[in-house]
């Protein structure tokens, strides 16, 4: 699963980046995003283009009577995304981009401790996850405020994650954000071929302090490496000094 990410670039750079509209004009970074917050996710307009958007994580259907139901949609499973209710429309029309420079995830060192370790492009490029997001309003107030949510598509695990967890994000390349964006793309098989692992060689991962346990925490220090670089770059993971 992915259930803590960073996005440390303002939504203006993040813009320039997807050739899209900023209309969340961010220019914080957060270091410690997580399920029910508001993060920057990518989106295709079918007259505007594409645009820059600030929604919550944490998927509510269109059809949902509660919002409470998206603490559990934060993912969706790449194997089956396009026939579960919850997604299955989203999937068909409404897929989008969450930008993210790292994400997190927790390895079992013993018993009872989890070493939290952060994820992130080998050569410090930003990441693309694969999104679906959807629209929600109260049907007990039926003239209240549309609240805009998304959900992260994970897939298996490549080699670098699976020795800490089995499932991973899903991160697109740039050549596929077109096709996974555009809400016209006609075959659904098509875009669940792009549902797939990362190369095994894309990504590096750490050992960071445990303040990334608790949501509430912010600030640079979170994506610090707790000991140097080991001496075999093919090992592509920080050793503890």
């Excluded at 270091?31 to 079918?46: C, D, F, I, S």
């Excluded at 929600?136 to 695990?157: H, K, S």
């Excluded at 303040?211 to 503890?240: F, I, M, S, Y």
Aim: glycine content about 6%.
């Amino acid at each position: 699963m992915c259930g803590r990410f960073t996005q440390q670039r303002p939504s203006a750079e993040l813009a320039a980046l997807f050739a899209a509209d900023d209309l969340a004009e961010t220019p914080s970074s957060r270091y410690n995003l997580a399920p029910q917050q508001t993060g920057l996710v990518v989106v295709e307009r079918p007259e505007e283009g594409r645009a820059i958007a600030a929604y919550r994580w944490g998927l509510v259907p269109t059809w949902a009577k509660d919002a409470r139901i998206g603490n559990r949609l934060i993912n969706a499973r790449a194997e089956t995304v396009a026939m579960t209710a919850a997604f299955r429309s989203a999937f068909q029309k409404r897929r989008c981009l969450v930008p993210a420079d790292a994400f997190y995830e927790w390895e079992r060192v013993a018993e009872s401790i989890r070493q939290p370790n952060l994820i992130r492009r080998a050569d410090g490029e930003p990441m693309a996850f694969a999104g679906l997001w959807s629209p929600w309003r109260d049907p007990a107030e039926p003239e209240g405020e549309w609240i805009r949510t998304f959900t992260i598509v994970t897939t298996t695990a490549n080699a670098t994650l699976a020795p800490i967890h089995d499932r991973m994000p899903v991160i697109l390349a740039p050549s596929d954000w077109g096709a996974w964006l555009d809400p016209g793309t006609p075959d659904p098989g098509a875009l669940r071929d792009l549902l797939r692992p990362a190369p095994d060689d894309l990504l590096i991962r750490y050992p960071v302090t445990k303040r990334v346990n608790n949501a509430r925490n912010e600030g640079p220090d979170l994506v610090v490496p707790l000991g140097p670089l080991g001496p075999d770059p093919g090992v592509r993971q920080l050793t503890l000094g």
